[in-house]
Each structure stands twice: as C-alpha cells, then as structure tokens.
C-alpha cells in the first residue's frame, strides 16, 4: 500500500476485478479532475490484496504535452490522492510517503509542498537526515548550500 502511494502503477486497461470490491470501497471519485482510478486503486488496497502478473497485457501510447498544462494537472491530482489517503499508512510509512513525494515536489520547483511535506516527514520520523537535507535546500539555494559545503571540508 505505501509503494501505492507513493506513485500509480496500477492501469486501468490491465485491472480484473470484482464487483464486490467496488461495491465495499467506492468507484471513482467524480470530484477529482485526475488521478481518480489512483484514488479508487488506493482505496481497494486498503482492503483487498493486490495481485501482479509480470506479463505485458496491454501497450498504452502517451501523447506529446507540449506547454506541460497536462502535466501540472495530474501532479496537482497526485498529490490530492496522497493527501486524501494517507491517513490510510501506519506513521512510519507515511513518513517515507512524505519525504517521497516531498523529493519529487523539490524536483518540481514546488518549493512549498516540498517543504511542507519535508516537514511532516521529519515530524514522523526525526532521525531522517535525508529529510533534513532536502528540506533545507528548500529554504537555501544551491549556490549559499554548496558554499557551505565546500567551507565545510576546508576546516576539516
């Protein structure tokens, strides 16, 4: 459930399911713009075992999003489904959801989120320094942070 959340890998082409599944955990969320079948998915696993069969079973071709409107749609989608359903994940575990989809906010400029995601995953988990480390290179550019690191290594 935790490698659920911290990213779809479950197509909607490729899913068996049955129906009881959908009737005890809910079909879509129609107040989603994106990521719904996610959401869907994530709610099932909270229920139900999951099963992978390693075979290619369908090909699915993405289309060029060229100005990245797309993009941004789905990752604001994303991170609606982890905050909807991370309550779902012992506290360990969503500290590692936290600092994974923290990382990926930081990789996305997203200073914000990353921050605030950061933070919740040190507030869980306080002894982690990759945390730590990502979260302060929110606050202070690369440049400040690679001078601090070099003046580091020239006192020891």
Request: glycine share 2%; charged share 25%; proline share 4%.
């Amino acid at each position: 459930m935790k490698e659920l959340l911290c990213g779809n890998f479950i197509w909607c082409l490729t899913v068996v399911c049955r129906r009881q599944c959908f009737e005890t955990c809910g079909l879509f969320d129609t107040n989603m713009t994106a990521a719904e079948d996610w959401d869907m998915w994530v709610r099932i696993a909270s229920r139900y075992a999951l099963y992978h069969l390693p075979e290619v079973l369908a090909r699915y071709r993405f289309s060029p999003d060229p100005d990245g409107v797309r993009d941004r749609r789905h990752y604001l989608a994303d991170l609606q489904v982890v905050k909807k359903n991370i309550h779902l994940l012992p506290p360990r575990d969503q500290a590692e959801v936290y600092f994974v989809w923290g990382r990926k906010a930081k990789m996305r400029r997203d200073f914000q989120t990353a921050r605030r995601f950061l933070f919740k995953a040190l507030i869980l988990q306080p002894k982690n320094y990759q945390a730590l480390n990502l979260l302060l290179r929110c606050y202070i550019s690369r440049q400040v942070f690679n001078t601090l690191k070099a003046a580091k290594k020239i006192r020891a």
